[in-house]
């Protein structure tokens, strides 16, 4: 028997036009994300918050916040509960949801795993997308658990660790010679022909559905309340506007009172457009040209749902900033070495920009601060080591306490 389930319709983003549930669904009319509504007055008085603690700390204990109704087409690969984990060294007050300990070892096994849960509940058999990597991983991983057939596209310099892994999960993979709205035009191109259906960031409804559990899970693990500020590494965004998306469904259930974290939307200096645009006071961002970091995640030099993150960062007195790869990186030696914690470059950014923050004035030393590590560094290059030793050669123990690691 199908769950107990919620939604209501669909809803545009930017005009408020509703839309039929239960059918396929890209972009609005209006070109813009399409948001799943639900009932929440019903959904509070059938789900006591209480009531969760006796599910398993996964991501489908969330089930009735999901749009899925058939709990045949949940597609899972085993999505745990996150740890938030203390950087008692690096900065008091600090702590890091580590999403790398997700399947495919990124976020995107979130939004992946309720987009392709969903394509499954509409019949959709071909699906295609663009990415810089992780997201490309997840699809593959979860789209060949469903039995679906995945077309996904790269630029030409994502890191070859993700191009191999979508390719080793049954997924027919390109690289492509631009950035990723390149290949995300190249999607667009092949669906008439293809027949396949776009799975680009925010062209569907349910990746934010899917994301939206980090913020329900968040406000769970931390009591029913909420950090003072939040770090975001944004390039699509859908996180960022889930988690928003999530904290308006539990105020409006009252699970949570109407205190908000800061929202802040970190980019890197080489792909900055959201922070150009939240800095210029714009609703829209404009295309960053030559986009270069080395967080690959978050080179998004244009978003579907820009207007979203700038309006989530606006209502929560937030703000937009942009680190350089030299900070980036700083901040992920800093932190592996004094808390043993290994970020990926996106959530090495998010460090970099609260000790930016700090230095702003956006926030303090005293204040609850969340970062989010998205993706596992272990997909990424790391400084090479070039210390050998002789094993026949006298071994001088003195030199080796001073030795720094490489």
């Known amino acids: 028997m199908p769950d107990a389930t919620f939604v209501t319709h669909l809803e545009c983003s930017l005009t408020g036009k509703r839309y039929p549930a239960d059918v396929p669904h890209n972009l609005s009319e209006a070109g813009k994300p399409l948001l799943v509504r639900y009932d929440l007055e019903a959904l509070a008085r059938q789900v006591p918050r209480d009531s969760l603690t006796q599910r398993p700390e996964e991501l489908w204990r969330y089930r009735e916040f999901l749009p899925v109704r058939n709990p045949d087409n949940r597609v899972s690969l085993g999505e745990q509960r996150t740890p938030l984990i203390p950087l008692a ?46 997201a490309g991983a997840a699809l593959a991983a979860y789209g060949s658990r469903a039995g679906m057939e995945s077309f996904v596209f790269c630029p030409d310099d994502t890191p070859d660790v993700n191009v191999r892994e979508i390719a080793l999960q049954g997924a027919k993979v390109w690289k492509v010679n631009g950035y990723i709205h390149h290949c995300g035009q190249i999607v667009k191109a092949g669906q008439e022909a293809m027949g396949w259906f776009d799975f680009s960031t925010l062209k ?40 928003w998306k999530a904290f308006d469904e539990l105020e409006a259930m009252g699970w949570i009172g109407s205190k908000r974290p800061r929202m802040i939307a970190v980019q890197a200096e080489g792909c900055a457009p959201m922070v150009r645009a939240f800095e210029e006071g714009k609703e829209f961002a404009e295309e960053w040209q030559d986009a270069a970091t080395v967080a690959s995640g978050i080179r998004v030099p244009m978003a579907v749902g820009d207007f979203l993150i700038l309006r989530a960062v606006r209502q929560s007195g937030g703000v937009a900033l942009a680190v350089s790869d030299e900070a980036i990186l700083k901040a992920q030696r800093e932190i592996a070495s004094a808390d043993g914690l290994l970020l990926g470059p996106e959530g090495a950014a998010t460090a970099a920009a609260y000790q930016k923050a700090l230095e702003q004035g956006h926030v303090t030393a005293k204040e609850s601060i969340v970062l989010f590590n998205c993706g596992t560094l272990l997909k990424y290059p790391m400084p090479a080591v070039s210390a050998t030793l002789d094993r026949h050669a006298p071994l001088d123990f003195a030199q080796m306490a001073s030795h720094h690691g490489a």
Not at 103 to 109: D, E, I, L, R
Not at 207 to 235: C, N, V
Request: aromatic share 6%; charged share 20%; hydrophobic share 35%.
């Open 89 to 134: 060294k690096w900065s008091r007050n600090v702590l890091v949801k580590d999403e790398s300990r997700l399947p495919t070892g990124s976020f995107k096994a979130r939004g992946l795993c309720l987009a392709v849960s969903m394509a499954k509940e509409l019949g959709i058999q071909r699906v295609a997308m663009p990415t810089n990597g992780n």
């Open 204 to 243: 569907e409804p349910y990746r934010i559905e899917g994301k939206k559990t980090m913020g329900l899970e968040l406000a769970e693990q931390l009591g029913w309340s909420l950090p003072d500020a939040i770090f975001y590494p944004t390039g699509g965004g859908t996180g960022l506007i889930g988690m």
